[in-house]
C-alpha cells in the first residue's frame, strides 16, 4: 500500500495542479507526461501478456526497489531526462488516443525503476537542488512569454483560425486583434520615424522599438565583434615563461622529493641496456667511418708527368701596374723638377728611372694619344717572346768531382810489390825473358850461353838449353797453339822447341818446322840470311832451326800469328838491320831499303800490319800491307833502349837509357801522351 | 795498478790447478805465468817437470803483459780473470828425413805408409820410418800430385797426377810391395796439378792447368772407357805410352778463367776449387753446377777445409792466409786473415782433431802452426 500510495502521489498532485492556473508550459509539460504514461502502460500490458513470469519477478524487484526509494522524492517521476526521452515519440502516441489508467501507477513504477536505479547512485539531495534550480530557470527564462499561454506549439496550425489555442478550462484564447493591414503599414513605414528599428514579436504580437544600445549590440554583432563593448580583443598577451630569468619561481612549489631521488625505474631500465649491451644482444650504434667515401681525392689520378710539366711552367711576366706618375693628373711630388727633366733627357733611354715624363692635364679629355703606344706594345711582345717559359734545371757540380778520382796504388795491383819467388840457376846476366801464351812457363836467356825454362808458379827449372853463346833475346811465340821460343845468340837466331805443351800443341809446331818450302829464287836476303836445320846434339836438346844472320842478332820478336817473326841487327852503315822471317815458307826479307838510324827495337802491332822500328830517337810506324810509313813518334829522350805495345794496339811504351818511359797513344798524337820517370 | 785478481783454469787434466784466485802483477807476462803454473803444479805434484803454458783470456792467446792486452781488448781489470792455459805447443825436430832425388812436390799421408810425388816423374811410397817401399813409375813428366784413395786390406789404391796430362790410379799391395797400374785417367789438356778423392773412395776430383776440373770414377775397373784417338796418332806408339786401362772423365767442371790450383772435398757432394783467377768456387757435384763463389783478390794457392769450424783456409800469393765461410751466398767475406810468412802460401792445412788450428807452409822456408783464436 505505501507503493501505490506514493505513486499515486505524484499523480494527486498533478490533477490537483491542473486545477491551478499553471504556465502554459508546465501544464503541456503535464500532458505530455501524462500521454506518455498512457502509451507506455499500452506497451507494458501487451508485453503483460505475452511474458508472465518475467512480470512476475519484475513485480517482486519492484517491491524490493520501493523500499529503496522511501527517501527518493516523487519530483523524480518528472526528471527532464525522462520528458526528453519520450519527446520523439510523442506525435505517433497522441494518434492512438484512448487509455486505461487502471494499472498505470504500477506500470509507471516498473518503466521508471531503471532511471531510478541511475539517479540513486549520484546523490540524491543534489538532485532535488538541482531540479530546484531547473525550475526557477524555466521560470524566469519564460518569463518574457509569460501572457502566451498556447504552449509551445507550431503557430501556424492556428493561422486560419481566430485563436491560437486553449486555456485551461477549455476556452479559446484568440488573437490580439490586429487592426493594421498594409495600409497602415506603409504608412505606419512612411510616418514613423522608429520604423526601422521596431521589431514584430509573433510571440506576442507586439511591436518593440529597439533602444540605442540595442541597435549598437545589432550591428556589432554583425560585424563580428564581441558583444560587450568593454572587451578589448588586443589586450597585449602576458607570456607566462619567458626568458627573462626571474628571481621568484613561476610556481611556488617546492621540488618533488623524487627528483633528489635516483629512480628505481629507471636504473632497472639501464640496467638492463647495460646487460644486453654486454650479452651483446644490443649493439652500439657503429660510429661511421669517415675516412672512406665521405671525401674524393680529385687528383689522385693526376699523371706526375704533367704534374711536373705544371711545376715547370713559369708564368709570363706581368706588367707592372700603372703608378700615380702615369695618372693624367699626377700628384704634384710625382712630376719633374728641371733638374730631374734634365737629366732624364740627358740619360740614355735604357738607363730611364721612367720611360716618360709624368705630365699634368687639367682633364682627362685634354689628353692626347699615347705616342710610344706601339714601341711600348713592342717591348711587351719581346718580353713575351723573350723570355723563359720552362724552368732550366742547373746542376750544381763542382768541377772538381767530374774529374775521375786517382785510383790507390792498392787498387791498381797486381804490379810487383813484393819478390815472390826466384828463378835460381843462371850463372851469368840474364839478358832477356819471355812468358809462354798460356802463363805456365818462363823462358830466360843469359850471358852463361844457356837458356832455361821455367815453370812459372814453382820456379822450378825445367830445361836447360846450351845454345853456345851468350843470350841475346829470347821471345816465345804468342801463339797459344805453338810451343816455339825464338833465341837471338849471336849472329844466329834459333828456334827452340821446349815441348812444354799439349800433344796437340806439340803436333802443330812440329808441322810448321817440318813442312819444308824450296825457296823458289834465292833473293838478295837468302844469300845474307841463311836457314838451317839443325841436327845432333842440338836437335835433341830441342833446337829446330838456326837462321844464319851477317851480324850479331839483339833482338828477336814474333807477330801475334806466330808465323812471322823479325830480328834486329843494329849497324850504323847499313841499310840491313831489320829482318822480317816466315817461318812456314822459311824465308826472310828486309823491309827497308834505307837506313834511317840506329834501329834499336822493333815490334809487331797486335792486330794490325802495323810494324814499329824504334831508333835512337822517335819510333816509326810503318803499315807492312801498303809498305809505307804512317807515322812518326818523338820520343822525348835521348836513347831508346826497347818499345812495347799494349795488346789492345793503341798505346805505345817506350823505355830509353836516359830513365824514362815515353807513353804514346795512337789515337791522339805523335808526340808522347805521358812522360814517366 | 801493479795487482790482478786472476783465476787458473785447464782442459788438460793432468795440469789441473786449485780453482782459487790469485793476486798476480799486471804487467806479468806468458813467461812470468807459466812460471806460477809451474810452481803451483811443483807445489802439487813432487814429481812434476816443468811444462810451458801459453794462456788465453777469453778465448784470446795472450802475447803480451797481460794489463796491455787487457786493455786493448777492453777487458775490465776491476773483476777476477779468468785465464785458460794450454801446454805450449812447441816447434817439432825432424825425427827422419826421407831424401828423394829431386824436387818434392805432393805429400799425402795415411795412417802406416806417406805417399810422395816427385819432380823426378816418380811418387814413392815410404813407410812411417822413412823406409822406401815402393816407386811408383810410369809418368813421362813430373809428378805434381799425389793421393791415396782406398785402402782395402792390402791393397791400397792410390793417384798420382802429373804434369804429363794424365792422372794414374796404381794398385799396391803391400805384403807383396807389387804395383799395378789400373787406369790412365785421360783428358785434362794441361798438367793435372791438384787431385782429391771424396770421402767415400769412390770418386775423385782433378783439377788442371787448362782452367778444367774433371770429375773421374776412383773404382777400378777391369775395362777401358771408350776414347776418341786421333786417327793420326802412331798406334805403336800409344801401345808404348799406354800405363793401365784408358778411363775418361764422369763430369766436367768448368769456370774458372786460370788454372786450377787446389781441389778438395767438403762433402760428399761438394767439391771446392781454389784458382789463380782470384775465385774460391764451390761445386755440387751431382748437379755438376756452381753452387757458390768467394772472390779473393790474390791468386790463391792451396785451400783446406775443416768440418769441425766448418771454415775455409786459403793460402794465397800475397803472404795471407784468409779463412772463409763457405755457406755465404755472397763471398767475398773474409774471416780472418793471417800473415806473418814472408813468401807465397803453398799449403794450409787444418788440424783433422782440433777446431782452431790450422798448419801452413810457405815458400820463405817455414811451416807454421796456427791457432785461429
Redesign the interface.
Known sequence: MMVSLKTCFPRGSMEASRGNVQSAEQRAGMKKTKKTDKKRSKQDEEDEEEDQPFDLNSKAMEEDEDDDDLSDSEDSVYSGLEDSGSDSEKEEEEEEGGSDDADEDEQDQSEQSPVKESKKKEGAGEEKEMKKEDEYDHDTSDEEDIRNTVGNIPMEWYKDFPHVGYNLDGKKIYKPIRNKDELDDFLEKMENPDYWKTVHDKKTSSDIVLSDEQIELVNRLQRGQFGDVNFNEYEPTVEFFSKDVLIHPVTNRPADKRSFIPSLIEKEKVSKLVHAIKMGWIKPRRVEDDSRGRFYDLWASENSSILAKHKMHLPAPKIPLPGHEESYNPPPEYMFTDEEKALWEQQDPSDRRLPFVPKKYPSLRQVPAFSQFIHERFERCLDLYLCPRQRKMRVNVNPEDLIPKLPKPKDL??FPT?Q??VYRGHSGLVRSISVSP???WLVSGSDDGSVRLWEV??S?C?KTVQVGGAVKSVAWNPNPSLCLVAVAVDSAVLILSPALA???VLLSSERLLTTQQEEEEPSEESQTVVWSETDGEELNQGIRLKIQHPKAVHQVTWHSKGDYLASVMPDHSSHLQVFIHQLSRRRSQNPFRRNKGLVQAVSFHPIRPYFFVATQRSVRIYNLVKQEMTKKLQANSKWISSIAVHSGGDHVICGSYDCRLSWFDLDLSTKPYKMLR | MSQLQARFFTEDQRYVVDDVPFSIPAASEVQDLSNVINKLLEAKHASHSRVEFDFLVRSQFLRTQLATHMETEGISTEDVVELEYVQRITAPEPEECMMHDDWISSVDGDSEWILTGSYDKTARVWSLEGKALMTVAGHSDVVKDVAWVKRDGLTSLLLTASLDQTVLLWEWNSERNKLKARHCCRGHTGSVDAISTDPTGSKFCSGSWDKMLKIWSAVPTDEADEVEEPADRPRKKQKTQQLGLTRTPLMTLSGHNEAVSSVLWCDSEEVCSASWDHSIRVWDVEAGVMKTMLTGSKVFNCISYSPLCRRLASGSTDRHIRLWDPRTKDGALVLLSLTSHTGWVTAVKWAPSHEHQLVSGSLDNLVKLWDTR
Open positions: 795491383q797486381p813484393t815472390s819467388l798460356s802463363g805456365q808458379c814453382s822450378r825445367m799439349d800433344k796437340q
